[in-house]
C-alpha cells in the first residue's frame, strides 16, 4: 500500500513553475521616430540605407558587404576559432549532464558477485550447515533500488539541468554571432587603418617638402622663423601620428589572424579595402515584441531564471521525505558449482522512508537562498532585456549621425579636392606659390582621412545592427535547437 501510494503521489513537484516572461510593451526602440532612411554621400559606403519594419535577418548577413575575401575570412573563422570550439564543448557537456540526471527517473539495477576464503573460530558456531570452521563462500546477487519522485526532487534537477543546457547553447549562440560581427569589424578596421596610414604617409610627404621650401624661403630672407617653426611643428606632429596607426594597423591584422583560429605569424595576408565593399541598401528592423526571441543574450537570461525557478523547487523538496524502494536476490554456495542449485537462493524487498528532522538550519537557509537567486535572475533577465533595446538603440542613431557625419565629410573632401585643383592651376599658371599647393594638399589628404573614418563607421554600424538585432542565428539548423534531443 505505501509503494502505491508513493506512486500516486509521484505526480507532484514542489516549487514555482516558471512560466516565459511576457515581451515588453514597447513600441519602438527610441524615443524619436525612425527617419524612413538615412543620409547619402556619392562616395563608397555613402548609400542611403532604408528600414524594413519586421524583415527578417539571413543567418549569413555579412555575405550582403559581397566581400569574397571577407566571407571566406567569417567562414574560416566560423570554422577554427577555438573559443567557438570551447563553447560547442561545453553544449555537449551540459547535454550530456541533463541525460545523466535523467537517469534518477528510473530503477537503478546491479549485479554483484562476491567470492571469499574464511576461517571461522572454533569459539564461534560455525556458519556452514557441515559445521566446517574453514570454507569459501560464492555469491552472485542482483539488487534493483528506486527512488519515487514523489515531491519532484529529480523533476525539478532535471529541469534546472536542461535550462541550464539551453543557458549554455545561447551562450554559443552569442559567441558564433558576435565572432561573425568582430571578423567583420576587424576587416572593415584594417581597411580603415590602412588607408589612414597611407594617407598619412602621403601627408608627412607633402609637410616635408613644405618644410623644405620654408628653409630655403628663411635662408634667402623671405620667410620668418616662426613661419619656419610652425611648420616644422606640424611635420613632427604627423610625423608623430604615423607609429600608432601602423600599430593599430599591425594589432588589426593580428586579431584577424586569430578571430581565424591562425598564429599572427601564420596567418594568411588579408588586405581590405573599404572600396571594394558594398553598403547594404535595405536593413531589417525587427519589432521590439521580437527582439527578446532573436537575442541569445536574452534567451541566456531566462534559461538562467529558469533554472533558478527549478532550483527553488530542488530545495524545497530536499526538506520532504525521500522513500527508496529496494529489492535483491541472488544465491550463496559453498562451491562455485552449486550457486544455482536448489536451496542456495535468497531475496528481500525492503521500503526506506528518510525526512530530515534537524540539520542546523542548513536546508531552510538553503532554501531561502534559492529563493534569493531566483530573484536574483529575474533582476538580470530584466537588466540583460533593457540592454539589448539600448544596443538597438545606440546602433540606430549611429546609423543616422554617421549617415550624416559622412555626407558632411564627403562635402568636405569634395571642397579641398576643388581647393586643390585651383591652386594646381594657379600654381602652373604662376599666380600661386608652390608652398599655397602644398597646403591645399595637406588639406586635401586631411580629409580624406575623416573621410575614411567615416566611411569605416558606415560599415561598422551595419555589422553592430545585425549583431544587435540577433544576426539570424535561428535559420541556422546547428544553433537553433532544431536537432536538439529534448
Known amino acids: 500500500m505505501s509503494c502505491c501510494a508513493a506512486l500516486l503521489l509521484a505526480g507532484c513537484a514542489l516549487g514555482p513553475d516558471f512560466h516565459k516572461p511576457a515581451p515588453p510593451d514597447v513600441k519602438t526602440y527610441t524615443s524619436q521616430a525612425q527617419p524612413a532612411q538615412t543620409a547619402s554621400a556619392p562616395v563608397a559606403g555613402g548609400a542611403a540605407q532604408r528600414f524594413a519594419e519586421d524583415a527578417d535577418l539571413p543567418d549569413d548577413w555579412w555575405t550582403l558587404l559581397h566581400s569574397t575575401s571577407l566571407n571566406a575570412l567569417v567562414e574560416r573563422a566560423l570554422k577554427n576559432n577555438p573559443d567557438l570550439d570551447a563553447a560547442r564543448a561545453a553544449l555537449t557537456a551540459a547535454r550530456e549532464n541533463t541525460l545523466s540526471q535523467r537517469g534518477a527517473y528510473f530503477p537503478a539495477v546491479n549485479a554483484d558477485f562476491s567470492a571469499t576464503r ?5 569459539t564461534l558456531s560455525p556458519t556452514p550447515a ?9 555469491t552472485p546477487q542482483l539488487s534493483v533500488s528506486y527512488v519515487p519522485d514523489v515531491f519532484g526532487l529529480n523533476r525539478r534537477t532535471v529541469e534546472s539541468f536542461e535550462a541550464q543546457a539551453q543557458a549554455v547553447r545561447f551562450a554559443l549562440v552569442a559567441a ?3 565572432l561573425a560581427a568582430n571578423v567583420v569589424n576587424a576587416a572593415v578596421n584594417e581597411a580603415s587603418l590602412r588607408g589612414q596610414v597611407a594617407a598619412t604617409e ?7 617638402q613644405s618644410v623644405q621650401i620654408l628653409r630655403y624661403q628663411f635662408d634667402k630672407g623671405y620667410a620668418s622663423r616662426l613661419d619656419l617653426a610652425a611648420q616644422e611643428s606640424q611635420l613632427a606632429q604627423t610625423q608623430a601620428s604615423l607609429p600608432p596607426l601602423r600599430k593599430q594597423l599591425e594589432q588589426q591584422r593580428h586579431l584577424i ?6 598564429f599572427p605569424a601564420q596567418a594568411q595576408a588579408e588586405d581590405f579595402d573599404l ?11 525587427s519589432l521590439p515584441s521580437k527582439l527578446v526571441e532573436q537575442r541569445p543574450d536574452v534567451r541566456q537570461a531566462q534559461a538562467n531564471w529558469h533554472a533558478a525557478s527549478a532550483q527553488v523547487g530542488v530545495a524545497i523538496a530536499s526538506r520532504f521525505p525521500q522513500i527508496t524502494l529496494s529489492a535483491n536476490a541472488g544465491s550463496t554456495a559453498l562451491e562455485i558449482g552449486n550457486v544455482f542449485k536448489s536451496g542456495t537462493g535468497f531475496w528481500g524487498v525492503g521500503l526506506d522512508i528518510a525526512a530530515p528532522i534537524f540539520e542546523g538550519g542548513k536546508l531552510l537557509h538553503a532554501e531561502r537562498a534559492a529563493k534569493a537567486q531566483l530573484v536574483q535572475a529575474a533582476a538580470q533577465y530584466r537588466s540583460t532585456v533593457l540592454t539589448a533595446f539600448q544596443n538597438v538603440a545606440d546602433t540606430l542613431t549611429a546609423l543616422d549621425e554617421d549617415a550624416k557625419a559622412l555626407q558632411a565629410a564627403a562635402a568636405a573632401a569634395d571642397a579641398a ?12 599658371a604662376g599666380y600661386a606659390s608652390y608652398l599655397a599647393l602644398l597646403n591645399a594638399q595637406q588639406a586635401w589628404q586631411q580629409a580624406r ?13 551595419t555589422a553592430a545592427l545585425y549583431l544587435a538585432l540577433g544576426g539570424g542565428w535561428w535559420h541556422r539548423a546547428d544553433l537553433s535547437g532544431k536537432n536538439d534531443e529534448e
Open 118 to 122: 574464511q576461517k571461522q573460530p572454533g
Open 130 to 138: 557441515d559445521n566446517a570452521l574453514q570454507y569459501s563462500l560464492f
Open 176 to 178: 558564433h554571432i558576435a
Open 202 to 208: 602621403q601627408l608627412v610627404d607633402i609637410e616635408t
Open 257 to 262: 589572424a586569430v578571430l581565424a583560429g591562425e
Open 275 to 285: 572600396a571594394s565593399l558594398s553598403l547594404p541598401q535595405d536593413l531589417p528592423l
Open 417 to 428: 579636392t576643388t581647393t586643390l585643383e585651383l591652386s594646381q592651376r594657379q600654381t602652373q
Open 449 to 461: 582621412i575623416v573621410l575614411i573614418q567615416a566611411q569605416a563607421n558606415r560599415y561598422a554600424d
